[in-house]
């Protein structure tokens, strides 16, 4: 399997030499339902044209295509339309990426401005966030995020990494906290914590 922009499947030949060589399964990230919103995403023009034949060129030899995106500011508004136009693709929350030169506070989107049907989707894993108050089993028992006590609301001064989940002091005695993965520092840093609603135990 490999991750890949998908661009240059879109040439035959080289699909046919790449399948010859072994492939079985290929993933491939879209950003729009078109050509408009994801090509100004990747700042490629035609690039979503080249992904469309890529994967046509792909399921001809029945090569099993994986396609993902991440919800952006940049594509909130085409999110639905992405989901409808390619039924099973999975959708992400961007991360921070050290190694990334894009701008995170450019890009992330505030949780609390995703449609509820896709954070559904997305498993972020954060009850309080997706309205689950159930504790049912789809929220997997994560490893405890350490917070700093003596500074629960200054983000700033978080040592851990910008990748790195943290949980804000307020959440310390919800019910889900041993359930509930954190979210980013820098996320906090942007928007802070009042999207999240911690459930308290009676």
Not at 21 to 42: E, Q, R
Not at 55 to 65: A, G, M, Q, W
């Amino acid at each position: 399997m490999i991750q890949t922009s998908g661009v240059r499947f879109s040439n035959l030949e080289f699909t046919k030499k790449i399948i010859n060589a072994g492939l079985t399964h290929v993933d491939l990230p879209i950003y729009g339902a078109n050509d408009k919103i994801h090509d100004k995403i990747v700042r490629l023009k035609g690039s979503f044209n080249l992904i469309m034949k890529a994967i046509n060129n792909l399921k001809k030899f029945n090569i099993e295509v994986e396609l993902h995106t991440l919800i952006l500011k940049q594509n909130l508004q085409d999110i639905h339309a992405i989901k409808r136009k390619f039924h099973n693709i999975v959708m992400r929350f961007p991360f921070p990426d050290p190694g990334s030169p894009l701008d995170y506070r450019r890009i992330c989107v505030r949780l609390s401005d995703i449609p509820e049907e896709i954070k559904k989707d997305i498993k972020l894993m954060i009850p309080c966030i997706q309205n689950n108050e159930s504790g049912d089993k789809d929220l997997r028992e994560s490893e405890e995020i350490k917070f700093k006590p003596e500074s629960p609301n200054k983000i700033g001064r978080y040592k851990s990494n910008p990748d790195k989940k943290v949980k804000p002091l307020k959440c310390t005695n919800c019910k889900f906290f041993k359930r509930c993965d954190g979210i980013y520092p820098l996320y906090l840093k942007i928007y802070g914590d009042d999207e999240l609603n911690p459930q308290y135990k009676i």
